[in-house]
């Protein structure tokens, strides 16, 4: 059932993880699901990081998504997300996570709406076709809001564990400030949109792969959310405010703003930041919550700003559900639990009910799909055990035989799955088993 590389194969080795996962998994009472955190929480570190030193001398990761080798500013912030709480034990893994944040403040300088960078310029790349305005460093240029804002929460976290600012230098706060611009930028309305704005076209015969209305996306009314033109399941947004992202840049803008205060002595830069999250938050109070005819007040997926909901959630993250895990509200906090119950029902088109599972899919996999990564989701925001505990035997029992997390599974059938290499999935199955040890000792004694 140890299905990870040889030692000599691996990446990267941590002793601090290693450590953790014998500890842990030895407390483990179910060996499948002692088996499957064994292999998942280093999967990243395992298969997918090049550490390296840029030409200042800064330490420079590169982190692939698995079976795509580009690294997403999303993904590469929940990959290494983790083993944050190990780099005080561990001065190789803080300076890899260093690495990450520096080669991120990198990519925002070179364009802050790719979501996905190549490691060295590559011509013609990928997507070169697109239109839309890609350069060789680009993998790929859908502008995702919360492409930002995972820099910024990485960046955040990283600190909130080892107070280490060195990684924030110079260069870092610019492409903060470069951040801050963009995602005030996007707050414009489609009336305000000039010919250099972002815009982007796929020549593709699916439509959630390219933007309406000339490549500018539908259209939006300036009402103090920001614009996300695409979703993080890189998914064209069905309407251009994705609630989430914006959720997700309150609680970033404001760690940013802490930390140009406190940490960087740059009060003006902080209070600019601390001013546009509470624009945005003001805005999602004002325009994204909603009543729905079965479960009350809940928070719309998507808005337009003229009025206009959509109401539905996906698996990718930030999601509805995973607005406690991004710290945007607590758990118990009534809105959010009458949103839950809407995204884990029927009422969500996106929801899912079959023989192998139950649970949260995506339009980039189709209906019927459900997500592993929306039930390790469902557990983390989760005050239930009884509920963890279904989540836990779920995922345990629909590995299809890979003691991996898949991207996606059919509802009827695990075995038919897409993607068996996605780093994320795999270490945020890692973070989950960390968390339920540090909050629930005793169900991981007793599957």
Known sequence: MNKRPSPAQRCFTSPAIEAAIEEVGGRISDPAIAALFVNC????????????????????????????DAMWLRDST????PYLRFVTADPTLSRLIQGVIHRQARCVLIDAYANAFNREPITPGHW??????????LHERKYELDSLCAVIRLSAGYYAVSKDASAFDARWSEAMRKIVAT?????????????????????????TETLACGGFGQPANRCGLS??????????????????????????????????????????????????????DKAIKANAI??????GQIIAYEVDGFGSHYLMDDANVPSLLSLPYLGYCAPDDPLYRRTRAFVLSASNPYFATGQAASGVGSPHTGRGTIWPMALIMQALTSQSEDEIRHCLTTLRDTHAGTWFMHESIWKDDAANYTRSWFAWANTLF???????????PELLASL
């Open 41 to 68: 929480l280093p999967n990243t570190l395992d298969t997918t990081v090049t550490v390296a030193s840029d030409e200042e001398g800064r330490p420079d990761t590169f982190v692939v998504t698995g079976d795509i």
């Open 78 to 81: 929940n990959q290494v997300w």
């Open 430 to 440: 890692g973070e989950l088993i960390l968390s339920i040890d540090a909050k629930y």
């Open 128 to 137: 070169m076709s697109d239109h839309t305005e890609m350069t060789p460093d």
């Open 227 to 280: 614009k996300s033109p695409f979703r993080p399941s890189d998914d064209a947004a069905m309407l251009p405010f994705l609630v989430p992202a914006n959720a997700m840049a309150v609680v970033g803008l404001r760690q940013l703003a802490e930390i140009w205060s406190q940490v960087c002595n740059l009060p003006e830069d902080a209070a600019d930041a601390l001013a546009l999250a509470n624009e945005i």
């Open 183 to 207: 995602i005030r930028h996007e707050q414009a309305g489609s009336d305000e949109i000039g010919k250099g704005d972002y815009r982007f076209q796929r020549d593709s015969p699916n439509p």
């Open 290 to 295: 909603i009543e729905h005819p079965k479960h």
